[in-house]
């Protein structure tokens, strides 16, 4: 299912692939995942893991179509100093994920994609695959500055 496009050439690696069911509790099985893939001491961890939970929530949470049965796909892929990490899930026209800039303070929900988009420093996306459904993903420093705002 990855759909990251590498150059002929370059060296990539996908780290991990895991069909999730499409329920909310799926984010803690992505993070445990995530986890196992590239381990707790890994420098990006934290950064991974954060934009694990905010993509497989959104997925399992504002997919405009789902079923029994559907699946939300989760793949982390290593790509020279980036990791791609990739939510596929059923999609739907009516829950077409955006950014919110602005979120009142009591609101319990619509940071998420803005915390992928400052974790990936603005390296996101949206991609429709058809009758797939699409895939949400960021591209993020396999080795973060620690210290900087996203790191």
Aim: charged residues 25%; contains cysteine; proline residues 5%.
């Amino acid at each position: 299912m990855n759909s990251v496009i590498v150059p002929e050439g370059v060296e990539a690696e996908i780290l991990g692939e895991a069909c999730l069911a499409f329920e909310p509790a799926s984010t803690a099985k992505a993070r445990a995942c995530v986890r196992e893939w590239i381990g707790a001491d890994h420098r990006a961890y934290e950064n991974v893991r954060l934009a694990t939970s905010e993509l497989v929530t959104n997925a399992a949470v504002h997919t405009g179509r789902g079923s029994t049965g559907d699946l939300i796909v989760l793949t982390l892929t290593r790509v020279q100093n980036l990791l791609f990490l990739e939510v596929t899930d059923p999609g739907g026209e009516s829950s077409w994920p955006r950014v919110f800039d602005a979120v009142p303070d009591d609101a319990e929900c619509g940071r998420g994609l803005a915390i992928v988009r400052e974790l990936s420093q603005g390296r996101w996306g949206v991609r429709d695959r058809g009758i797939l459904g699409r895939t949400v993903w960021c591209a993020l420093d396999a080795c973060p500055v620690p210290g900087a705002p996203h790191a």
